[in-house]
């Protein structure tokens, strides 16, 4: 049986109606595709910038935290210079540096530098300090203070200890005894002001 003209356009409509709703259906998802793609760049930005802005927010909180220290430092720092002014307190104070570095160097001849105005103090600390050192080691010692070269102005006070030849320094000034104080009481300084580190497994 022949196909009338009708027929044919009929079957004609209803492949061009199944080709067109089969390329709608392909667009419809290649542009839902494509948004979901874009909603994950949007969302991955998003993660980005907050990390980013965290990140920043954590430096600046650090950077404060870092100034605060600093600050307190400097504070120290300044407070060095009033210790020298208190001759009891420093010509104690000078007494143990003399005998700690006498011990740290563990050498027959040490010279002592020390500011031009505690040469007097420096000596009479010494004068105490042979004897309980003899006694300790059980060994003689012979101290030399110099004094054609003192250390420089801007050192508030204590002592360099060398040995004979001068390659061996053990630096006992206030300055080189607050950094080391500093460095050692760091964490504890910084968990009083701050409180415990989340992040520190370990305390030591």
Known sequence: MALTDADVQKQAEEEFNIEKGRLVQTQRLKIMEYYEKKEKQIEQHKKIQRSNMMNQARLKVLKARDDMITDLLNEARRRLAEIAKDPAKYSS????????????????????????????????????????????????????????????????????????????????????????????????????????????????
């Open 93 to 204: 104070l000078l007494e143990g540096l003399v005998l700690q570095g006498f011990y740290r160097l563990l050498e027959p001849k040490v010279t002592i530098r020390c500011r031009p105005q505690d040469v007097e103090f420096v000596q009479a600390a010494v004068n105490k300090n042979i004897p309980i050192y003899k006694e300790a080691v059980k060994s003689n010692i012979t101290v030399k203070i110099d004094k054609e070269r003192f250390l420089p102005a801007q050192i508030c006070g204590g002592i360099e200890v060398y040995n004979e030849n001068g390659k061996i320094k053990v630096s006992n000034t206030l300055e080189s005894r607050l950094e080391l104080i500093a460095q050692q009481m760091m964490p504890e300084v910084r968990m009083n002001l701050f409180g415990a580190n989340p992040n520190r497994k370990f305390l030591d």
